[in-house]
T-cell receptor, first 114, second 114 residues
């Protein structure tokens, strides 16, 4: 069974640009969450989607947005990139996050802003 | 507010010796607890979880963890460490009613010496 697929694996962008990251969850999983990992702040929750609806959002500025499609694939977008947005962005999928099912993470997208 | 503490930045053990990676949590209501491991340039790999039931949880690769409600702890253990266990370990928590997000600890680097 295929795992969580994140594309691209690596990205280099310039300050002020925007970027879109993609996540394909495990087949049948309807919940997709996004996390940002940095050395200074650790792992921080960005948002979670279930059946195309955002159920919760973390404490990130409005430059960070996301969406989920009918096939459960999700994208996150960061506009007007800042140097501090450089991070590993991780996507996690779950059968249904509410009932304590586990979360399976992808390998992440490493974003570098220069 | 929910929180997770991993009090040790690094744990050093000799191969063949038992290992413990500590985790304490604070959450309202019943906790869902998770352990993940991260190897360099990779995403998070699920080890085990506690949702309800037996306080001793067995997981992947010979790891286990004990849920202690009175001490609000969920320490990760392994009877005999391997050099290949060297990695970054994260404890995470959410409560059963929470907003679908995991709160992660700061991570503990495990170094197993040959």
């Amino acid at each position: 069974k295929a795992g969580v697929t994140q594309t691209p694996r690596y990205l280099i962008k310039t300050r002020g640009q925007q970027v879109t990251l993609s996540c394909s969850p495990i087949s049948g999983h309807r919940s997709v969450s996004w996390y940002q990992q940095t050395p200074g702040q650790g792992l921080q929750f960005l948002f979670e989607y279930f059946s195309e609806t955002q159920r919760n959002k973390g404490n990130f500025p409005g430059r960070f947005s996301g969406r989920q499609f009918s096939n459960s694939r999700s994208e996150m977008n960061v506009s007007t990139l800042e140097l501090g947005d450089s991070a590993l962005y991780l996507c996690a999928s779950s059968l249904e996050a509410q009932r304590g099912y586990g979360y399976t993470f992808g390998s992440g997208t490493r974003l570098t802003v220069v | 507010a929910q929180s997770v503490a991993q009090p040790e930045d690094q744990v050093n053990v000799a191969e063949g010796n038992p290992l413990t990676v500590k985790c304490t949590y604070s959450v309202s209501g019943n906790p869902y607890l998770f352990w993940y491991v991260q190897y360099p340039n990779r995403g998070l790999q699920f080890l085990l979880k506690y949702i309800t039931g037996d306080n001793l949880v067995k997981g992947s690769y010979g790891f286990e963890a004990e849920f202690n409600k009175s001490q609000t702890s969920f320490h990760l253990k392994k009877p005999s460490a391997l050099v290949s266990d060297s990695a970054l370990y994260f404890c995470a928590v959410r409560n059963e009613d929470s907003s679908y997000k995991l709160i992660f600890g700061s991570g503990t680097r495990l170094l197993v010496r040959p």
